[in-house]
């Protein structure tokens, strides 16, 4: 058994935080886990990868080759446009569809395509997967802070190698208790996002 996952998205994202929930759950489970990340220059507004590798048997790397991510979660379309390449033709997309541009961006030093542009040229590579607007449904709950754990639901509803209760808790172990109950309204509105969507296609 193995798992091949990486993360796309922009410092201040909470992308870490998902990743980092992951692998403990994993570890918990008894799995070899590496969990590695690539950043950017400035950690807030840069672009920030996660790697998150998990097996039966031991791990040589810590990175994920091209081609061979089982699901790659695009915390931001750009950035998930950058790791396409890393994901392998039988795997899996989520992305959120609201932009965060980097710095590099609003420097003018990156160019930044229009969302149709992006969301035609993902589409145009044939590969499997679902879009979704995290942070709009965040935002509806009430806070747009809260779309790492909307993308974090959304991951249960398209792999079962860990059970969403042990993740959402794993998570909550992680955060101060005043916020229990708002991520766990967000964690199962994300599942219930892309369970939405799986029973669609």
């Not at 392998?88 to 160019?111: C, E, R, W």
């Not at 101060?176 to 509105?189: G, I, P, Q």
């Amino acid at each position: 058994m193995k798992l091949d996952l990486v993360i796309a998205g922009v410092g201040g994202q909470g992308n870490i935080l998902a990743s980092q929930t992951l692998a403990k759950c994993a570890m918990d489970e008894g799995y070899t886990v590496v969990n590695t990340e690539t950043k950017g220059a400035a950690q807030r507004g840069g672009s920030v990868l996660s790697h998150l590798r998990i097996s039966s048997r031991q791990i040589y790397s810590p990175l994920v080759p091209k081609g061979q991510a089982d699901i790659l979660l695009g915390f931001e379309p750009l950035e998930a446009m950058r790791y396409m390449s890393l994901l392998s033709k039988q795997g899996k997309y989520i992305i959120n569809t609201a932009p965060v541009p980097t710095i590099l961006a609003k420097l003018n030093v990156d160019q930044y395509p229009s969302r149709e542009e992006m969301l035609s040229t993902i589409g145009q590579l044939g590969m499997n997967g679902h879009f979704i607007d995290a942070t709009r449904a965040a935002s509806e709950l009430g806070d747009v802070l809260l779309t790492n754990v909307v993308m974090l639901g959304a991951f249960t509803g398209i792999n079962d190698l860990l059970s969403p209760e042990s993740v959402l808790k794993k998570l909550l172990s992680q955060i101060n208790e005043k916020y229990h109950a708002a991520d766990e309204r967000a964690f199962y509105t994300g599942r219930k996002l892309i369970q939405d969507l799986e029973e669609g296609m």
